[in-house]
Each structure stands twice: as C-alpha cells, then as structure tokens.
C-alpha cells in the first residue's frame, strides 16, 4: 500500500499513525489511551475521508445480497456448560439478528481491506494498547468483516470474547441502530453480575450512548464492556459497520478454537 494511496482514505494529517515516534504521534497515542482507561471507547471522528467512506459503504451495499443472515437470540457472554438459574444474567437471551459479509467476501482490492492490511495502523494500535505484540486475525471467515442491519435488526447485549475490538462506522440508518455500552462494567476478577442486570432492565439509565459519526475509527474494550446496537428503524438505508479483528497471539482462527473446544469437550483432542 503506498503512502499516497493511503492518504486517499485515511486522514493521516489529522491522525498521524504513520509517525508514531513524532510529537504529533506521541499525543495523539496518549490521547487515545487516556480515552480508553476513561471510559473503555477511544472514537477517532473524520479517521476516513467522507469520499473513501461513501465508496465502502456502496460496495458493501452491492455484496449484501451475498452477507450471511443471523437471526439467533444470544446471551451476552461465552456458552459455558455451567447452569445457572433462570433469570440469572447468563441464561437472559437477547434478540440478535444482522447480515455479515466475511473475510473471504470482501474484495482484495477493497479500501476497508487496504486500512486492515496496513502496517503502521496494526503498530499504532499495538502501542496504543501496550502489548507486546498485536496480529492480525488468521481468520480466513473472521479477520475482516462487514455487518449490515436493516429494519429490526440489533445485536443483542453482549460482551465480546476478545480484548480489544476495531470499527470503522461506513453508514447509519435514518433511525435506531445505536450502539450502547456500559464502560468496565465486569473484569476479570469481578463479573459483577447485579450491575449487568440493572443494565439489562434501565439502559437509559446505565448505559451510554456516544455519537458516532459515520467515517469515524473506534477502538473499544468489549471484553469487559457490556455492549449492544439498538434496533435499526425503517427506511431504505441499513446500517454498515466495518470490524477489524486483531489478537495478541499469532495464528488465531476464531472456527480452530471453537473446534478444539468442542473436541476438549468431547475428550477426543
Ligand atoms: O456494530 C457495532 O457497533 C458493534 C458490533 C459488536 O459489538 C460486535 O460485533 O461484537
Ligand atoms: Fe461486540
């Protein structure tokens, strides 16, 4: 990928990602990790060009008829073999149903596909969440994907499996398809079970619903950071959404580890 066409899709003056080292990349590195201790969600606004923006969100339009149709209630965390009471927040199904294009679907040559596959960005968020080391997904299904929700489409309350997720908003309907989170709202000693229910019952009481604007490159904690995307309202424009998945381990397949679960489960692996 070439630095000016790069700069034809992502706002490298505002956002200097390619200059990590400089004073601009410096500030810009702490700002975002100041915004993700604070409140668990670090929104870049403006990161895309309004014009890259608009041909992303056409070409998904154009590959929908192709996307995979969910439409399955989910729990907000991991299946686990455990029972648990009925009504505890584990068992509380949510309504759950989008469209996706996989990995596999989206173009080589796609601009989406140029923002995940390039270098300074992977090394910038690496730094900006301080790990060691930060990949890509290996996921030939996973690694890239693109949601589409039309009408009554949501997905439900959840908690994401892995620490750190990247979006990129391509598109908003006319009405509903808010994202809402309850910023730490668990960690990895407390899972803080009540607050989770009060959150399920009263979310316009605890949890928040920050203006994203379309163009606008978040990084968010969903791993501790109870999450969900309201209902999208009718009308002719569905909302599209970007993700780029990136783990701390190489080699990651999301399908492998569900497998080798379900192989560990059957005592065969
Ligand atoms: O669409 C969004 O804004 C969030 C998507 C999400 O939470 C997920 O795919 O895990
Ligand atoms: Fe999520």
């Given at each position: 990928m070439s630095d000016a066409a790069i700069r034809g899709i992502i706002d490298l003056n505002r956002?200097?990602?390619?200059?990590?080292?400089?004073?601009?990349?410096?500030?810009?590195?702490?700002?975002?990790?100041?915004?993700?201790?604070?409140?668990?969600?670090?929104a870049l606004p403006g990161f895309v060009h309004p014009e890259a923006v608009a041909r992303m969100a056409r070409d998904?339009?154009?590959?929908?008829?192709?996307?995979?149709?969910?439409?399955?209630?989910?729990?907000a965390y991991e299946y686990s073999e455990e029972?648990?009471?009925?009504?505890?927040?584990?068992?509380?199904?949510?309504?759950?149903?989008?469209?996706?294009?996989?990995?596999?679907?989206?173009?080589?040559?796609?601009?989406?596909?140029?923002?995940y596959l390039w270098e300074p960005l992977r090394e910038f968020l690496r730094r900006v969440l301080g790990y060691d080391e930060l990949h890509r997904s290996a996921c030939p299904h996973l690694a890239l994907t693109i949601q589409i929700s039309g009408p009554e489409d949501c997905n439900g309350w959840h908690f994401d499996g892995t620490d750190?997720?990247?979006?990129?908003?391509?598109?908003?309907?006319?009405?509903?398809?808010?994202?809402?989170?309850?910023?730490?709202?668990?960690?990895k000693d407390e899972e803080n079970y009540e607050a989770v229910a009060a959150t399920f019952a009263d979310p316009d009481r605890h949890a928040r619903?920050?203006?994203?604007?379309?163009?606008?490159?978040?990084?968010?904690?969903?791993?501790?950071?109870?999450h969900r995307v309201t209902q999208v309202g009718e009308g002719p424009m569905p909302r599209i959404i970007a993700l780029f998945s990136f783990d701390r381990t190489p080699n990651q397949i999301y399908q492998q580890q569900y497998i080798d679960e379900l192989r560990g489960r059957v005592g065969t692996a």
């Open positions: 956002y200097p990602v390619d200059a990590p080292d400089s004073e601009q990349g410096r500030a810009l590195i702490a700002r975002c990790r100041a915004a993700l201790d604070d409140r668990a969600l670090c998904a339009e154009a590959l929908a008829p192709e996307a995979f149709r969910y439409d399955r209630p989910r729990i029972n648990w009471p009925a009504g505890h927040p584990r068992t509380v199904e949510h309504p759950c149903r989008y469209r996706q294009l996989l990995n596999y679907q989206i173009p080589n040559d796609s601009p989406v596909r140029d923002i750190a997720v990247f979006s990129l908003l391509l598109q908003m309907p006319v009405s509903g398809g808010a994202f809402e989170y309850a910023p730490y709202l668990r960690s619903r920050p203006e994203i604007a379309t163009g606008t490159f978040t990084l968010f904690k969903g791993d501790e950071s109870l």
